[in-house]
């Protein structure tokens, strides 16, 4: 090329560079996973919500979730879901659902007991993965229990998390009904009476 | 203005190139849109988009619960610790949050391996301390296949009674199916004596290796005069027909069994038409439908008549059998992974002579077996039959679903069938309500009789009520029957 041309064409060539480079900027993989994200995140919630698994009206039980949670549900709830497309068989679906339980757990307990709730009674068993939270967030959980949030399969938790408590050692039941309301406590009682 | 377009076309295809470019090897082609994860049997079309974060979260999901101890990284493992190591090793890492897994750990198992070869009862205590979890009896597996068949024997007479020691029996089993006949019967005479025999022989029938019934019945052979026994004993003492069967299908062609284990088979033609009914489905379909003949019910049945009641009984043991151990069918129909026509083309490409024997019964069994995943999705397998078979088809489900259902799920199975009832519809749907009733109240209390006054009017309400009430009636419950009684 001769050099008078290419002076006249750099110009171009710098702004085409800049678009190629505004191309791999824009859609770099983690910009539009973080928006597939928070699309799915919002998709997720709104399903939640359509199918009356929303924050439950009693006060102390629709913690607000902020968005990073969210997020994290979102990505465990896909990776819930994808366990459908292994050809696992039905126990070691049952332990890959549990592991992943196991983290989400951690992140946003009530948007995972939404899940387990949703899946046939019996998946129920994987609610032994709430062990800690039902000893240690007792109260939101009679809360989630008395909104029937999940509906008649409110009293499956119930009687789960009736299990959980009685079973705790003196010291550690007693700080779990620290707070309790009166229904709960009577309710424990009746469990434990009957052995 | 030609040149303006030119320009910005050519931006356009550079900046489409660069987003190309970035994103060709990060997305999969299989990788597609995503539904939010519904409860629904309706086929989602695709896999769901997933991101890396989800992915590998569910890929290692996936590979943990695959993975497999590898006993040779074990064994060396274990080969490096001191006693004194091994203990304090197993009792830590027991306890840390990875615990048994999964995935299983071979360093866990190699610090059990290294304290049960110093101390195996304090070891094995140690481990059924809090229970079993099948990460636990991974690491058993690993600990017993260090023991000979004799010392094996020993460990099961010397721990106390226990469904642990159960357990190790059920391993012993296991070994002894990879024995020479003889030398099996040799230790099968020992682990007669004592106490606690019977118990012990039941644990090694039920962990004898699956498809050698024929090394059982020949090492039942060698022991002698005991023959008859030790073969009663795998009939009798498998928790799953299916194995017990297995015996029934090893003796066929074979003439040196013990006359009078022959005999006592006889007398026992109740027991040998159900063990058929679960006989595995490699046992050709004629040859299950014509020993079903042995039940009491179908013994005088016309040709005709036994095979359609035995289809029915095999296609429910086979396909339920399937649902049970078989790929996660339910679970991939209710996250919308596979259609019911789907799932039922799986079906009949696994049992494929049943398939040809019945069209109507596969696809009826695989109904059965989604509908309490999604009814209105399964429906679609049954939606072509004429009414009244249809409405039969149904009902019968609704009664006879190995599923806990929720009262939700259970009303929109049974609605599907909507009446009015044919003479024959009318008590199996009564029938149906009858059973689901009783199971509800005792599993939901209240909160069924909630749910149930709730219900829109229509059959279903009147005889969920109408049955509940008489429910109540004989439980004493005056008033609920009074309430449930009037519409």
New interface residues.
Partial sequence: MEPTKLRKALPWIGTHLLALAAGVWLFRPDAADSAAGNVEAEAVAATLEEQGAGPAERSGTGRPRTPREASAAGVHRLAWKSLAYEGLDRQERLKASGLILREWVKEDWQAALDTVMKETPDDYELLLHFDEVFRRDAGEVWSLIESKRYGVSSQSLKARWLVRISSLDETQRREAMEGLPAEAREAIEKREKQG | MKRSLI?LV???A??????????AD??PAEELQ??????TGERSGS?????????R??D???A???KELDGAVVRAAAGKLTPAEAEKLARALAADEKGFG?PPREELAAAFLAWFRQDRMATLDFLFEKGME?GKDAVLKQLLAELSPQEHLKLVIDRPSSIYTFRIAQLLGTKLGELEPAEAAALMAEAQQGERSREILRGIAQGWPEGKADRYIDMALASGGNATALLQSFLGNLQSPRRACELLVAIKGRNDLPEDFMRKLEEQKEMVGHLYRYADPSVPLDERVEQMRNLAWLRDATPEKLREGALKQISTVDINEL??????Y???F?????SAEEILEAVRKTFPELAAASDYETRVRVYNELA??DAGAAFALISHLPPEERNLAVIHQARWSF???????YYSMISLAPGPDSSEAAPQREDAWNNYGAMAYR???D??VE?LRTLPPGINRDVARSTFAKSMATQGKKDLADEFSSR
């Fill in positions: 320009l050519s931006h356009l550079v900046l489409g190139a660069g987003a190309w470019y970035v994103r990060h997305r995503h539904a939010a994860a519904t409860k896999r769901p988009t997933l991101e890396s974060s989800a992915k979260l569910a290692e999901a996936v943990s619960v695959k999964p099948p649902m049970k151990s078989g790929p996660d339910r679970y991939a209710r996250h919308g992974a596979m309490s995943e599923r806990d259902n929720s009262p939700e799920t599993e939901y209390g909160a069924y749910w």
